[in-house]
């Protein structure tokens, strides 16, 4: 949906700060939120249409060489995902 104003952001960070200011309201990862959320300088609307997301998804075919840059990609995820648990295939060198 395309809507209209003074202001359109594509910048999430900023979606959150122009809404905490009055600008508007703002559709963003929770965990952008969260402290706002907690201290009260942002409320939840629209519940109904936010379904929960359980985090990141990646998909790559698996049963190929990843290169190396997919691979570090896979392990930074990791790193900030810990609940990704699936086994990684094994790195093939360059």
Same mark, same amino acid.
């Given at each position: 949906?395309?809507?209209?104003? !003074? =202001?359109?952001?594509?910048?999430? !960070?900023?979606?959150?700060?122009?809404?905490?200011? @009055?600008? @508007?309201?703002?559709?963003?990862?929770?965990?952008?939120?969260?402290?706002?959320?907690?201290?009260?300088? =942002?409320?939840?609307?629209?519940?109904?249409?936010? !379904?929960?997301?359980?985090?990141?998804? =990646?998909?790559?075919? @698996?049963?190929?060489?990843?290169?190396?840059?997919?691979?570090?990609?896979?392990?930074?995820?990791?790193?900030?995902?810990?609940?990704?648990?699936?086994?990684?295939?094994?790195?093939? @060198?360059?």
């Amino acid at each position: 949906i395309n809507v209209n104003g !003074p =202001l359109t952001l594509t910048d999430q !960070p900023f979606m959150v700060e122009a809404a905490m200011d @009055g600008v @508007g309201i703002a559709f963003v990862p929770e965990h952008l939120a969260l402290d706002a959320l907690a201290d009260g300088r =942002l409320e939840r609307v629209l519940d109904d249409w936010c !379904p929960s997301m359980p985090g990141l998804c =990646l998909y790559y075919s @698996g049963h190929r060489h990843v290169s190396v840059a997919l691979r570090a990609l896979i392990t930074a995820l990791r790193r900030e995902e810990p609940h990704m648990s699936a086994p990684l295939p094994p790195i093939i @060198g360059k």
